[in-house]
């Protein structure tokens, strides 16, 4: 048996899977994210860890699996974020994660230094304050107490595999995610960390993403329910192993998308794919020399939350209600856009002063339109990052759906008609991280000789076609959209 954890934006979610390649059984336990003001997101380490601990007891009671039988704990993680530990290992602070973007004044003295392009060329990722880097650099000028406390920086899942075994490493997938690592020679970049003020020994060590970190300690087996001496595999960032849960091992296994509270579209290469708009990015994958070419926007499936949310407060139907209701009326064919940029923006814009937007607003528009508009927006925006996959040879015929949203057909509709292609739902909506994980752990041991194991996993449950009439319409109204954006985006500095 191996179990898996998916230390997602909401909670944990640990999952259990037989050497032979199938799912048994999964359970969540949640935690909450500190959002404020300038940009703030921060979550509690040990919020993590509590739910780790909860969810792993949950699982092994809920399906009567002896902690012995347990060969291998991976993970599948938030990136981009910064843990700062102490000499022991603790926090020193509550963990920024991908979504705070207070560290823009820090962020441009990186690109006044470095310059934009080389550090692309350095990380495969532009240099914004999304990233790592300079996060850590926010809390050294923001909070220097604390700063002098921290003697390394980690991402989630490495703050997991600590715990568990008392090791610290991270894998290349989180280390590429942090605008410090250099993809060109596998390692902490010098000339980045030498910009940022910031010393190589802040930064662990990376090690693959199957490597055996250490075992499950007497202290971790106490407070997991884990037999000790369990081995713990150093896992890979959420990105890369949604790829791999999703089937994305190499260039011909085409596209993918994750409807998360992030959301992306990618595929995986032999190479970084260098666009010279740097519309998209490209992280490491989790397997050896490969890497995953990304285009990700800040608040996808987090866009559609906040809209049923507010519209629909506290009602258990909202989501399947809403989403139906906004499958028979029209958004942008009714003169009304969403500007998804709840959490600012990534791909293709990179500007978190980007704000959400309802443009064209009637006294006519209800719910129904409100929430269809939010979808349309979301699937315009990540359009932009597979036209510019296409405009770098390569192509998009098809495109895999993960991720919770990816169970509704009227999200896959409306992907598939703004995008002009078939979206096909994966039967791993959910569990195609966790799953990623329990791959790169069952490799990491012995269990599974390769990553094709991830085939016995995924298999197509339903295609979402494009409508053509609908397709033309909706790319007129994509021009419209994208002009939107251009037209209030002095304005979004003014605020």
């Known amino acids: 048996m191996i179990i898996a954890h998916d230390l997602g934006t909401t909670g944990d979610k640990a999952t259990l899977v037989s050497a032979d390649g199938r799912l048994l059984a999964a359970c969540t336990s949640p935690y909450g994210t500190d959002f404020g003001p300038g940009g703030k997101a921060e979550q509690d380490p040990e919020a993590w860890w509590t739910a780790v601990c909860h969810a792993t007891r949950d699982l092994l009671a809920r399906t009567g699996t002896r902690p012995a039988d347990v060969e291998a704990v991976s ?97 290349p997938s989180d280390a590429s995610s942090t605008n410090a690592f250099d993809q060109r020679t596998g390692r902490w970049s010098e000339e980045i960390l030498a910009a940022a003020e910031l010393p190589a020994s802040l930064f662990p060590e990376v090690r693959p993403s199957t490597a055996v970190l250490g075992r499950v300690t007497r202290a971790a087996a106490e407070a997991t329910g884990l037999a000790e001496g369990t081995p713990v595999v150093v896992g890979g960032g959420d990105g890369p192993m949604g790829a791999l849960g999703a089937g994305i091992v190499d260039a011909a296994s085409g596209a993918y998308c994750y409807l998360g509270s992030s959301s992306w579209v990618s595929v995986a290469s032999d190479a970084p794919l260098y666009d010279p708009a740097m519309r998209t990015m490209t992280f490491n994958h989790v397997l050896p020399d490969r890497f995953v070419p ?148 069952g490799v990491g041991v012995g269990l599974f000789d390769d990553f094709s194991v991830a085939q016995r996993f995924s298999a197509e449950v339903s295609t979402a076609t494009p409508d053509p009439d609908r397709h033309a319409r909706l790319t007129d109204a994509y021009a419209l959209f994208m002009e939107a954006y251009e037209r209030l985006e002095p304005w979004f500095d003014k605020l």
């Not at 926007?297 to 507010?310: I, P, Y």
């Not at 296409?390 to 409306?414: F, Q, R």
């Open 75 to 171: 993970f599948s993680g938030q990136m981009m974020g910064a843990v700062l530990l102490d000499a022991h290992g603790e926090p020193v602070r509550p963990a920024t994660i991908w979504a705070d973007t207070r560290s823009v004044a820090q962020s441009a003295t990186l690109v006044e230094r470095v310059g934009m392009e080389h550090g692309y060329a350095i990380t495969g990722h532009r240099l914004n304050p999304t990233y790592s880097a300079s996060k850590v650099m926010w809390v050294r000028e923001h909070e220097p107490e604390a700063f002098g406390r921290a003697v390394t920086v980690v991402q989630a899942k490495d703050f997991i595999g600590h715990r568990l075994t008392g090791e610290l490493a991270t894998d």
């Open 294 to 441: 990304t285009a990700t926007m800040q608040a996808g499936g987090a866009s559609l939350e906040w809209v049923v949310e507010t519209l629909a407060p506290g009602q258990e139907d909202r989501f399947p209600r809403l989403l139906g209701e906004a499958g028979a009326v029209e958004a942008s064919g009714d003169g009304l856009y969403f500007l998804p940029h709840l959490l600012g923006e990534r791909s293709p814009y990179w500007n978190p002063a980007a704000r959400a937007v309802f443009a064209g607003l009637a006294r006519h528009h209800g719910p129904a339109h409100l929430t269809r508009a939010v979808l349309e927006g979301v699937a315009f925006n990540l359009w932009t990052g597979l036209l510019a996959f296409v405009e770098n040879d390569v192509p998009i015929t098809s495109v895999d759906a993960i991720g919770g949203a990816a169970n509704s057909p009227v999200v896959l509709s409306v992907l598939a008609d703004v995008w002009g292609v078939p979206v096909v739902r994966r039967n791993l909506t959910d569990e195609a991280t966790a799953v990623g994980a329990a791959v790169v752990a």
